[in-house]
Structures are given as C-alpha cells and as structure tokens.
C-alpha cells in the first residue's frame, strides 16, 4: 500500500521547464514501477513516463528528449523534469506505482492497468 501526492502544477511559458514531484508514503518508493500519466482536456488519459524499479526507463515518443523521469530515493519521490514545455503539454498529470513481477514486456509499464495506486493528479498549464 502507498499514497502518492504529487507536486502542485503550475502555469508556465511555452519553451519554458517545469519539475513534478511526486511523494510516496507508506513504502519506499524503490520498491514500485512508477509512471507518470497526462490527461489533457477532452482526451484520454495517455502515458509520459515511467521508470522501473529494475531503472529501466520508457518514454512516449511525444516527450522523449524533453522529458526526464528519476527518482530520489532518500526523499522517496519520483520526479518529472519537463523542458521545452509546449502548448501540447498542457494536462493534468499523474503519477503511478505499481509492482510488477516477473518478466514483464516493456510495452506494459505504457498501460494504465499496470499501476495500482494513483495520486489526485496536478494541472500544468503551458501558455504559449
């Protein structure tokens, strides 16, 4: 069992940099597969990131080169950093854990069903 809270969003420029934080509670956060979710106004939720606790690390190819995932261990956070934010990237984002087991395709850790837990999501507003 963990809760996530993540950071509070912001308006920000476009072209500008933003980091996400998201605090687990409960464990360490080592010991989950997070992943960080967006949904942006009138569509589906969609996969960002997400990073293993292997340290594998996967990336839609919208925000690859833009976008890094990484986790403190000692703060027990997963984090988001955000550069050369866009218009596009305008969303409420979330953050995931899961605990995957086994051998696991890495197309899984894209899929929300491979999350259990969900923080309430933070709006980032990017104004161009």
């Known amino acids: 069992q963990v809760e996530l809270v993540e950071s509070p969003g912001q308006l920000v420029q476009a072209g500008g940099s933003l980091r996400l934080s998201c605090a687990a509670s409960?464990?360490?956060?080592?010991?989950?597969?997070i992943a960080w979710f967006r949904q942006a106004p009138g569509k589906e939720r969609e996969f960002v990131a997400a990073?293993?606790?292997?340290?594998?690390?996967y990336y839609a190819d919208s925000v690859k080169g833009r976008f890094t995932i990484s986790r403190d261990d000692a703060k027990n956070t997963a984090d988001l950093q955000m550069n050369s934010l866009k218009s596009a990237d305008t969303a409420v984002y979330y953050c995931?854990?899961?605990?995957?087991?086994?051998?696991?395709?890495?197309?899984?850790?894209?899929?929300?069903?491979?999350?259990?837990?969900w923080g309430q999501g933070t709006q980032v507003t990017v104004s161009s």
């Open positions: 409960g464990r360490a956060i080592s010991t989950y597969d």
């Open positions: 995931a854990a899961g605990v995957s087991s086994g051998w696991v395709p890495a197309s899984l850790f894209e899929e929300e069903k491979s999350y259990i837990w």
């Open positions: 990073r293993t606790r292997n340290d594998d690390v």
